[in-house]
């Protein structure tokens, strides 16, 4: 059975602070799927990762490059499959290959890439309720990855805690 842990983000610094406290916890060879309609905030989770990993880069989804790669605590491999159909184009279009094993790899649209194909990978469900409030859902497939599950584990409160924080920092600099 699955482990998981449910977090309601009502903004897109709760959203990028969820995704950094996910990357203090990362490891060499982590890959995370990220699952949502669009708009829900994937990108915004992978920035906060990035941001989590030590990325100074300006992180946007890599929509038209299918993948980006930063430098970080860990390389970050960033891709995109919006445009990709399926795991054969992801395939052949070398957007998978034996480097990601170095890093960390945060797939925005992974659902585009079967779970039966990638069955060791994290998923980060995003949902969009009521007032764009996010529903996020970080589903551990190994025993591994409990370690994502308990850094976010006590819910929205730690990232909403956190956005504060750096909202009243950010303040405090003007």
Not at 61 to 86: I, K, N, Q, W
Not at 99 to 106: D, F, K, P, Q, Y
Not at 147 to 154: I, L, N, P, T, W
């Amino acid at each position: 059975m699955a482990m998981r842990a449910v977090i309601r983000c009502a903004t897109a610094a709760e959203t990028r602070a969820l995704g950094r406290r996910l990357a203090l916890v990362a490891r060499a060879g982590d890959r995370i799927a990220l699952i949502g309609p669009l708009g829900a905030g994937k990108t915004e989770l992978a920035k906060g990762f990035a941001a989590g990993l030590g990325v100074v880069d300006t992180v946007d989804s890599p929509s038209f490059t299918l993948m980006a790669e930063y430098r970080g605590r860990l390389p970050l491999f960033h891709l995109d499959l919006y445009r990709v159909d399926g795991a054969a184009d992801a395939f052949e279009g070398g957007l998978l290959d034996e480097r990601e094993a170095e890093g960390v790899t945060i797939i925005e649209w992974g659902d585009r890439l079967a779970a039966d194909v990638d069955p060791d990978r994290l998923e980060v469900h995003i949902d969009v309720g009521r007032d764009d409030v996010r529903t996020i859902e970080v589903i551990a497939a190994t025993v591994d990855q409990t370690r994502f599950v308990a850094a976010v584990g006590d819910g929205a409160g730690s990232a909403v805690e956190e956005a504060n924080a750096l909202r009243g920092a950010a303040a405090a600099d003007l």
